[in-house]
């Protein structure tokens, strides 16, 4: 069965490894077929599993079939619903006018003999328009990521939406374990806990670690948290499966080094068969990671981030 997953403008590529790595984490005999804005999942993991976790998936379902003529609408493989509706989603380049979900809505419900609900339909129906074709989905329900709440907030902690897509890109599932060593107010292991993966935070500021133990906590979550400078990273090495980080782009008052040797200082104690997957200021590149696959995030004319996985 195929799933699909409508992403985000904003981050297209990020939004897209994201879907694909979560896919390959549960079955990786995943294959997937990727447009513009729209990424198709053919595997065994049910649609939900993939969109709850999914930070830039806006839609999402399962392909029914794919249609030239909205007024045939032949060979779309779906069961019938007591009550629908039709939405449009346009991913092409030409404009498509509101009376397809018309013309669609009239040929279902008669096929079906369904009513069309506008406010609480039992099945939402996604016509998809794309350059190349034309797809037919549906879904029974908005599957969305719930986030773990976050008791005391810091004006450096990492944007929540992308905190869950490191973790998402570091490939780990269910039954893992990951390690933030620059674990600020406990962002990453907030999001990665919220999707069952087990974490251990790092930090070299106590404050900062008794925020993270207080968010944790208040979401019932029984992750490490160890005050120490990054380095304490090898003797956990052993436990975890994964490394996701949002590293300092500042010098810190306690820090004495630039971040550019942290950066170096810190890669230089992962092992290369690790998965690493980080965030950094534009910028401060070195060459252990001349190879990662790289994603450049806007903030402000001062400031770009690097997400970076290896
Ligand atoms: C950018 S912040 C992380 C923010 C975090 N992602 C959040 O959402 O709150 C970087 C963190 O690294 C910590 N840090 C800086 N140098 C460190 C070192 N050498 N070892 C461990 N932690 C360090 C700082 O105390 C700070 O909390």
Redesign the pocket.
């Known amino acids: 069965m195929s799933s699909f997953f409508v992403v985000s403008k904003q981050y297209e590529e990020l939004a897209r490894d994201e879907i694909i790595s979560i896919s390959k984490s549960y079955d990786g005999t995943s294959k997937v077929t990727v447009l513009p804005r729209l990424v198709m999942v053919s595997s065994k993991v049910p649609w939900r599993t993939i969109a709850k976790r999914a930070t830039f998936a806006r839609h999402a379902g399962i392909i029914a079939g794919t249609f030239d003529d909205v007024s045939k609408l032949e060979g779309i493989t779906m069961s019938r619903p007591e009550t629908f509706v039709c939405r449009t989603i346009n991913l092409s380049s030409k404009s498509v006018g509101s009376s397809l979900e018309r013309q669609a809505g009239a040929i279902l419900a008669k096929r079906w003999n369904s009513k069309v609900s506008l406010s609480n339909p039992q099945v939402t129906v996604y016509l998809i328009i794309t350059d190349s074709k034309n797809y037919l989905g549906y879904a029974d329900s908005q599957v969305m990521p719930l986030h773990p709440k976050k008791l005391v907030?810091?004006p450096?902690?990492?944007d929540i939406k992308l905190?869950r897509c490191m973790v998402n890109l570091s490939g780990l599932k269910e039954g893992k374990t990951l390690c933030?060593?620059?674990?600020?107010?406990?962002?990453?292991l907030l999001e990665a806990e919220s999707m069952g993966i087990s974490s251990i935070g790092?930090?070299?500021?106590k404050?900062?670690c008794k925020?993270?133990k207080k968010n944790l906590a208040a979401n019932g979550f029984g992750s490490t948290v160890i005050n120490?400078?990054?380095?304490?990273i090898k003797n956990v090495m052993g436990e975890i499966d994964g490394i996701v980080?949002?590293?300092?782009?500042g010098i810190?008052s306690?820090?004495s080094?630039s971040p550019k040797k942290?950066l170096e200082?810190?890669i230089s104690v992962i092992p290369k068969r690790k998965k690493l997957v980080m965030?950094y200021k534009k910028g401060l590149e070195v060459d252990q990671i001349s190879k990662a696959k790289k994603y450049e995030i806007y903030r402000h004319k001062s400031l770009t981030r690097v997400i970076a996985v290896t």
């Not at 933030?180 to 990453?188: A, E, L, Q, R, S």
């Not at 120490?228 to 304490?232: M, R």
């Open positions: 907030k810091h450096h902690e990492i905190a933030d060593p620059f674990c600020g107010t406990g962002t990453i790092i930090d070299f500021d404050i900062m925020i993270t120490s400078g990054f380095e304490e980080t949002d590293l300092p782009y810190s306690r820090a080094v942290l200082d810190f965030v």
